[in-house]
């Protein structure tokens, strides 16, 4: 299993950016694919999931109506659409598969996301 972030950076508050993952090794388009994010110090949280077939959504309260998760299960690839950032987003973001279900994580070498003016 390997996952590869890309898409992170330096953004103005209100400004917005587009996280994307690339899945390889795993059967991707049947498992629920998340983001995760992590500051210095602090426990990682999942901001983000979609499931497969069908791909309903979960967010995390403090980005839902900002934040958009999608994939692309014939590219094997999930995206994060982040709008509105605020500095509170800064953090290291992850993609993540738990494979088989129940098993073990996989984690990608995760993306720094920075919202500063």
């Known amino acids: 299993v390997q996952l590869v972030e890309s898409g992170g950076g330096l953004v103005q508050p209100g400004g917005s950016l587009r996280l994307s993952c690339a899945a390889s090794?795993?059967?991707?388009?049947?498992?629920?694919m998340n983001w995760y994010r992590q500051t210095p110090g602090k426990e990682r949280h999942a901001v983000a999931a979609?499931?497969?077939?069908?791909?309903?959504?979960w967010y995390a309260d403090s980005v839902q109506g900002r934040f958009t998760i999608s994939r692309d299960d014939g590219e094997k690839m999930v995206y994060l659409e982040m709008n509105n950032l605020q500095p509170s987003d800064t953090a290291v973001y992850y993609c993540?598969?738990?494979?088989?279900?129940?098993?073990?994580?996989?984690w990608g070498q995760g993306t720094q996301v920075t919202v500063s003016p």
């Open positions: 993540n598969v738990q494979f088989p279900p129940g098993g073990r994580d996989y």
């Open positions: 090794g795993f059967p991707f388009a049947i498992f629920v």
């Open positions: 979609i499931q497969p077939v069908g791909g309903h959504e």
